[in-house]
């Protein structure tokens, strides 16, 4: 994957000093939670899990 200039931005100047690689792996574990793709553990949801009363939409 290759950040945008936008992304590069956003990275230098709301988060000097930390690993990019780190801030967008918890940027994207976030909009997974968020979206309902991951379970509250960590686990991945799947359409079956979801059939089975998971949040996914």
Known sequence: MQPTLR???ILRRCYR???P???LG???ELLARADGHLAPGGAIQT???VERGG???
């Open 7 to 9: 992304m590069w931005t």
């Open 17 to 19: 000093g930390q690993d």
């Open 21 to 23: 690689v780190t801030v």
């Open 26 to 28: 918890r940027g994207l």
């Open 47 to 49: 359409a079956r899990d």
């Open 55 to 57: 949040r996914r939409s």
